[in-house]
């Protein structure tokens, strides 16, 4: 009989930066559609979880997503894929820097540099990078520290909830149709840690698969229903990081914060060995530039001030990750046929795009 294993890299990986600005976009929303659309892109992002993987147990060699691209869409899609993939996972990086910098000054009261405080984050705990051991360990150990402390802050604050008005509030508040985009791609990003998989690939063939990922999958999403309702019934004014707008007592506010740092951590160490890992394969750049590439390239973005959070996650999920999930999506199809959840979710995923990429050019114009 196949075992359904705790998978605890991508579990890690899903929790990360995203899900903290995931209150803030729900503050902006009708609360109905809000949760409607997050439920929906949860569920459809646990469908690409369980294909993918499908897709890397049926497939002899070893790769990450732009070799897989190479093999079932040919060699001429496997560099635009690959800079995507690239892109992506530095801009989530980038993420993890800035949100780490607001946890740190939510603890110590804005007396530190922040750049300081970035380049003491990438260099301490990014050391697992370095060793895939290490890594491994570190991961199960975190993972699991994580889930029992984000158990506990969304505990207390429900616990300490009397008034629950706000949410009905919420329910009454107008559709804003620009938010939309916003909310779908912040979701999209909070449930994704999908490109942990091929590292995964020894367990997912002894586990039974379907099974294996829907669990993997859900303990994020299950864990984010609490964190939500719990950060929208504690706030005054809901903040982008989901903490810093909380009424609390100064000792749960720093129990918010660690809770911050693990689960950024937890995912900046698993991305960074995906990024290290495509540059290596896909880019054939030496083990040691790579590292280099994948600490400095997101320090010296923030350095040079791109600092909003829900913006760059925002970006991060409706292009980037979106576009990955497409591919998966492609990949899919050839290889096993397409079905009705491919062709439904595959024009929600193409519309994002195109819509980020007209946001992002209005933007910049």
């Not at 790769?63 to 995507?84: A, C, D, F």
């Not at 149709?177 to 690939?201: D, H, S």
């Amino acid at each position: 009989m196949k075992k359904m294993p705790i998978l605890y890299p991508l579990i890690g990986t899903i929790i990360g930066a995203g899900f903290f600005t995931l209150p803030y976009v729900f503050d902006k929303q009708n609360l109905i559609l809000a949760s409607s659309l997050f439920l929906l892109i949860s569920l459809l992002s646990m469908y690409t979880n369980y294909i993918y993987s499908k897709i890397i147990i049926n497939t002899h060699s070893q790769h990450q997503l732009p070799g897989y691209t190479e093999i079932y869409l040919g060699s001429k899609y496997k560099m635009l894929v690959s800079v995507m993939t690239l892109l992506g996972a530095l801009g989530s990086n980038l993420a993890y820097i800035i949100i780490i910098i607001s946890f740190f000054n939510t603890i110590f009261q804005n007396q530190f540099n922040e750049k300081l405080i970035a380049l003491i984050f990438v260099i301490l705990f990014g050391l697992p990078i370095f060793s895939r051991k290490l890594f491994n360990k570190s991961e199960r150990h975190l993972t699991s520290l994580l889930i029992i402390l984000l158990l506990s802050l969304t505990a207390i604050l429900l616990w300490q909830t009397n008034n629950y008005s706000s949410l009905i509030i919420l329910t009454s508040n107008k559709i804003q149709p620009y938010t939309i985009p916003l909310l779908i791609g912040v979701t999209l990003a909070a449930n994704t840690g999908f490109g942990i998989l091929p590292e995964l690939k020894k367990t997912l063939s002894y586990s039974n698969l379907k099974l294996t990922t829907t669990i993997n999958s859900l303990i994020p999403i299950f864990l984010y229903i609490g964190f939500i309702i719990a950060v929208l019934l504690n706030s005054q004014t809901v903040s982008e990081n989901g903490l810093s707008g909380l009424v609390l007592s100064n000792p749960l506010i720093v129990l918010g914060a660690l809770v911050g740092i693990l689960a950024v951590t937890t995912s900046y160490q698993s991305l960074s060995v995906v990024s290290i890992d495509t540059l290596v394969e896909d880019f054939n750049c030496s083990r040691l530039i790579s590292i280099l590439i994948v600490i400095f390239i997101p320090l010296t973005l923030f350095a040079v001030g791109v600092n909003q959070l829900v913006l760059v996650i925002g970006t991060v999920g409706g292009l980037f990750t979106a576009f990955s999930h497409l591919i998966i999506h492609l990949i899919y199809k050839i290889k096993f046929g397409h079905n009705f959840i491919f062709e439904f979710f595959s024009y929600i995923l193409a519309i994002m795009i195109i819509i980020e990429i007209i946001r992002l050019v209005f933007k910049i114009l």
